[in-house]
């Protein structure tokens, strides 16, 4: 009987040290947000994050493990803009978790910061999986990155306010390095000014509107549709009269309509990590955009 | 725009300066005006040089909170009309084509006591399918509320699920109440038009009716562990089967479940679950032939317990499903009947001057296991076997000899159904899905039905978040 209650009171103690030690718990949705609150959170925030670079972060499921991540989350770092619809308010709804809840501090929506693309005039599934807020994948912009950095700063520091000045003192330091940052960029990807490229996916858009890159045509027929074999054949006939330099896709998206076209255009096609963990060399945010433009320049010459 | 105004201001000062004032001092008002109209360039200069230098550094850290916000409010592009607050609402399209080599309307799963529901194939030839209409959203920062209405094809509506859940409770509590899926089982929870097949289990159709929702109160936790751990009770009327309707004060059915889940890599995530319900029907009826072919009503009165254990297990590589995945899933039901048991041909054969009741007693159980694979975007492949065991089933009328014998018991005759399922379904996005079925199911004594059936299924509407 004794053994048993001291059993059960192990268990106890066991489950009451469960959720991570640091002050903040954030639970991230894409790698990027996860890598952005590393770097505002330091060592006082413990960061989890939800789909790794090689996993569509349309097609998640809210599985039991994110469930359970949710659970404990003080905060949730999110794109928001309809791109976790699918698996997202499963989280919120079954984690029991008042923190997280739309409205509450503890639920981010990093596209709210920033001004978004192709917002459509009208939405319509006919025209594919399109997102009535605009494009979602708004973290290859470092400007966009900036602004959620400063936002998140302040809302990780609105939730742990006795750690405010940490974050703040982080966040300052992170906007230093990444102004600085961008200038090297920008001087670097300069020859990428009016490439031509074909994606796979309208993921690139806002790289492409920072970098005066130019999206000639998509794999996907419409968005969020696999490639057809019609309609890369009818790719590669108008890249017989508007060529582009290279076909390029995101880590997570399948390889084979990249390599068709590629073999049949003769143009390079690149993989492109798109978020951190993507590839070898991306890290953190930092070496994700090293990489991203090394990957673009080696093949715009 | 505030420096053209500004300029304009000036330049209004300048004309309405003192008209009869000398040329001397004319001029040297001007030229007062001119510095200070200079002044303000430089000022406005200065101005908007640190308002384009605060905006490229987008805000500082110390940049404080207000100023976000309405970055934030000028950033984001929501809609401000009285629709903004419209509910998520999505609706669900389905129908079928089948063809059954036996006669769908004869369906029984010989060996049980019938559910009374409908648990049968769809009828044959072309079919509509329940149009379901979903209506969802968060009613205030303390609640959300979902319903659900199924519209049937034969006309009418109902209402499959209506219920508010708690979106505030802290410590990882949630109660939800109305009308839900029960939370026992796997599948139990699932829309029907997110099943891998176009019907249920056999041992969901046997135990439960094909699906268990109940009119009650659920209530959840969620431990505060990094595996999902969650406990959840169920107080219910238990008005439904394997209950019935009471006109009883108090509960008349309870459940309890625990799942467990998690991560194995980033390749594979799993859940697993023990469930137990209790309900206690009272004349659950059901029809039934005599010996003689004529019609006889049974019932059943006492308690009625089942147990489930479910465990699904799921694979994509590296967690992306975009193009090859695979799901597991496997349930075991067992069950325990005790109670009275009813006969009454009174409106029949009238054999034995009135209802005939003894003792019944049931344990029964079953099981299925099916797994779907996606072998190529868009086309998923699955197989499913199912099976039920009769276990034993002691008859008190029959065996205490109170007149009616074994065989005015047809649907109680010793049979453990089995059946098997290929299935093949292609689905253009995930809005859209055409499926075809093939099932060849013994769940009637000695004769087997060939089911052939060609499934449409669509939502429109609002993207609908679906459960693991």
């Not at chain 2, 199911?441 to 059936?453: E, H, I, P, V």
């Amino acid at each position: 009987m004794i053994k048993s209650l001291k059993c059960m009171l192990a268990f106890a103690a066991w489950l009451a040290a469960q959720p991570a030690l640091a002050a903040l718990n954030v639970l991230a949705c894409e790698p990027e947000w996860g890598a952005l609150a590393t770097e505002l959170g330091g060592d006082k925030a413990s960061v989890y994050v939800a789909t790794n670079a090689l996993q569509d972060p349309h097609h998640i499921e809210a599985r039991p493990s994110l469930i359970a991540r949710a659970r404990n989350a003080d905060l949730v770092v999110c794109t928001g803009a309809e791109l976790e619809v699918g698996w997202l308010p499963l989280l919120q709804t079954q984690s029991g978790n008042p923190k997280i809840q739309a409205g509450q501090p503890g639920y981010f929506e990093a596209a709210t910061y920033v001004v978004k693309l192709e917002v459509p005039r009208q939405v319509d599934r006919a025209q594919g999986d399109i997102h009535p807020g605009g494009n979602p994948h708004i973290h290859l912009s470092p400007y966009n990155i900036e602004k959620v950095a400063v936002a998140l700063a302040e809302r990780m520091a609105q939730i742990d306010s006795r750690e405010a000045a940490y974050y703040q003192a982080r966040a300052k330091d992170f906007l230093v390095r990444w102004r600085q940052a961008i200038i090297t960029w920008e001087k670097a990807g300069a020859p990428l000014k009016g490439m031509a490229i074909v994606v796979h996916h309208k993921n690139l858009s806002y790289l492409n509107d920072w970098l005066g890159m130019r999206e000639v045509g998509a794999l996907e027929p419409k968005p969020g549709l696999p490639p057809t074999t019609s309609h890369l054949s009818d790719l590669l006939s108008r890249l017989g009269k508007d060529p582009a330099k290279a076909v390029v896709r995101a880590a997570y998206n399948d390889p084979q309509a990249a390599e068709w076209l590629s073999a049949r255009a003769k143009i390079p096609a690149v993989m492109l990590p798109f978020t951190v963990g993507g590839s070898d060399r991306s890290k953190d945010l930092f070496s994700l955009y090293d990489d991203t433009l090394a990957r673009l320049l080696a093949v715009s010459k | 725009m505030f420096r053209r105004n500004l300029i304009a201001a000036a330049i209004a000062l300048a004309i309405t300066g003192p008209a009869p004032a000398q040329d001397a001092e004319l001029a040297k008002i001007r030229e007062e005006i001119k510095q200070m109209k200079e002044g303000y360039e430089r000022r406005i200069d200065a101005l908007e040089k640190r308002l384009a230098e605060a905006e490229a550094k987008a805000g500082k850290a110390e940049r404080s909170a207000a100023s976000a916000e309405t970055a934030a409010a000028s950033a984001s592009s929501r809609p401000t009309s009285e629709g903004a607050f419209n509910p998520a609402i999505s609706l669900v399209l389905q129908g079928t084509y089948a063809r059954t080599s036996q006669d769908p309307n004869t369906f029984q799963i010989t060996g049980f006591l019938p559910s009374g529901g409908e648990v049968g194939p769809p009828k044959r030839s072309f079919g509509l399918g329940e149009t379901e209409l979903a209506i969802a959203a968060n009613i205030d920062p303390y609640f959300r509320g979902v319903a659900i209405a199924a519209l049937a094809p034969e006309g009418g509506a109902e209402v499959e699920e209506a219920y508010f859940q708690t979106l505030a409770l802290p410590a990882g509590f949630m109660i939800k109440g109305g009308r839900f899926f029960s939370g026992i089982g796997y599948q139990n929870e699932q829309h029907q038009h997110t099943w891998d097949f176009q019907d249920a289990p056999l041992a969901y159709k046997a135990f439960l009716g094909g699906q268990l929702k109940h009119d009650g109160v659920q209530l959840k936790w969620v431990a505060p562990t990094n595996l999902l751990l969650e406990l959840g009770a169920e107080l219910s009327a238990g008005d439904r089967f394997p209950g019935s309707d009471r006109n009883k004060n108090g509960v008349g059915g309870s459940s309890l479940f625990g799942h467990l889940g998690g991560d194995v890599g980033s390749s594979y995530a799993w859940r697993s679950g023990i469930s137990y319900l209790k309900v206690s029907p009272q004349n659950r009826g059901y029809e039934d032939l005599d010996s003689l072919g004529a019609p006889v009503t049974n019932s059943f009165t006492g308690s009625s317990r089942l147990w489930v254990a479910d465990a699904v297990l799921k694979w994509a590589p590296n967690g992306n499903s975009t193009v090859t995945h695979f799901k597991l899933q496997g349930e075991y039901f067992r069950r325990k009947e005790s109670g009275q048991l009813t006969y009454d041909d009174t409106a029949g054969s009238n054999l034995f001057g009135g209802p005939v009741s003894a003792s019944f007693d049931g344990r029964q159980s079953g099981w299925y296991l099916q797994g779907v694979y996606q072998f190529m975007p868009r086309w998923r492949a699955g197989y499913r076997h199912d099976r039920l065991n009769f276990g034993t089933v002691s008859n008190g009328i029959v065996q205490s000899g109170l007149g009616p014998v074994a065989a005015d018991f047809p649907v109680l005759t010793p049979h453990s159904p089995k059946r098997d399922t290929l299935m093949l379904d292609w689905s253009p996005t995930e809005f859209s899905r055409l499926r075809l079925q093939f099932a060849s199911d013994q769940s009637r004594l000695g004769l087997t039905d060939n089911q052939f059936f060609v499934q449409y299924l669509y939502s429109l509407g609002a993207h609908g978040a679906h459960k693991f």
